[in-house]
């Protein structure tokens, strides 16, 4: 009875055991929350983190930051977070008052600034964002880190080819102000911006015009997270191609990481100024015809004059 009753013990003693070890295990394995306000920085969290961590993108990539709609499950994981990667652009304005609900004393805020929507830009976040990880979570990422700035530069070489190719420096755009940086980092020559559309007067358009057909514009970009349709009554107008550029990871299929959204849009702006190019020939040809097609009715009128004339010198010889 005793050894029943010392195996029992040893038993239950194991079975407790177990489950402390088994409480402490899913107490080590739970998974740190990452909190991205926008997919610029999150687009390279989520690359570098994979499964190891639960990451939560604040903007979906298709809206403009300032459009951020604050929802009680975002106060919750804000609450519970690890970690909040910020972009510091006006556009996260309401990020205070997140931070400030959520109360927590523990979570770890990092701001990755300035431009990410060039090469260089891109190559910082990749920089900025993987070396704060390593730093606060304590992982190595310098091969990862190494393998994301690979991919960019392998945009900059498509870059710089389809540039060369297509005399990208020749080729004038008016684009929305937040797309500057990049459509020059690829090789053309922006001769005018414009703001939101909401925010322009009838005045702004009239000068867009103006410069459009003045100094031949080619392309005409749109920023998809502010409007899509400004730019093609301007294009429209002037003979110029409208495009619209994504200034977002994520946004649209093929554009997960910064790499992806690179080459996105750079490959929108040379497959537009071929379209634009092979269009202006077209013209140049279709004008060439009709200034051909003009000379001749004029020659063939002028021949029929000079016939006219002899005509009557002739009949007026033999009259005489």
């Given at each position: 009875m005793k050894n029943t009753k010392l195996l029992s013990f040893c038993m239950i003693l194991a079975m407790t055991s177990l489950l402390f070890v088994t409480v402490a295990q899913a107490q080590t394995e739970e998974k740190p929350i990452i909190?991205?306000?926008?997919?610029?920085?999150?687009?390279?969290?989520e690359a570098f983190v994979g499964e190891t961590a639960e990451v939560l993108v604040l903007v979906q990539p298709g809206l403009c930051p300032a459009d951020f709609d604050m929802k009680p499950g975002y106060v919750d994981a804000v609450s519970k977070a690890t970690i909040l990667f910020k972009q510091n652009i006006q556009g996260e304005f309401w990020l205070d008052g997140l931070l400030e609900s959520a109360g927590n004393q523990d979570l770890t805020v990092v701001a990755i600034p300035g431009v990410y929507n060039t090469p260089a830009g891109a190559k910082n976040y990749i920089r900025g964002v993987g070396g704060n990880?390593?730093?606060?979570?304590?992982?190595?990422?310098?091969?990862?880190?190494s393998q994301m700035l690979a991919e960019v530069d392998d945009v900059t070489n498509y870059m710089q080819t389809q540039a060369q190719n297509y005399g990208a420096s020749n080729v004038k755009v008016i684009c929305m102000a937040w797309l500057k940086t990049f459509i020059e980092s690829a090789g053309f020559t922006v001769v005018e911006t414009f703001n939101p559309p909401e925010t322009l007067s009838a005045?702004?358009?009239?000068a867009l015009l103006e410069t459009a057909q003045t100094e031949g514009v080619g392309l005409v970009v749109d920023n998809l997270q502010i409007d899509v349709e400004f730019g093609e009554g301007i294009a429209s107008q002037?003979?110029?191609?409208?495009?619209?550029?994504?200034?977002?990871?994520?946004?649209?299929?093929?554009?997960?990481?910064?790499?992806?959204?690179?080459?996105?849009?750079?490959?929108?702006?040379?497959?537009?100024?071929?379209?634009?190019?092979?269009?202006?020939?077209?013209k140049t040809e279709n004008q060439d015809l009709a200034n051909q097609v003009t000379l001749f009715q004029i020659t063939t009128a002028l021949a029929l004059v000079v016939v006219a004339a002899e005509a009557v010198l002739l009949y007026a010889r033999r009259k005489k």
């Open positions: 909190v991205c306000t926008t997919s610029a920085v999150g687009s390279v969290v990880l390593s730093q606060i979570l304590d992982i190595d990422l310098d091969s990862e880190i005045g702004d358009i009239t002037v003979g110029a191609e409208h495009l619209v550029l994504t200034n977002f990871p994520g946004a649209l299929p093929g554009t997960d990481t910064l790499a992806d959204m690179l080459k996105y849009n750079a490959e929108q702006l040379f497959n537009g100024t071929v379209t634009w190019q092979s269009t202006s020939e077209l």
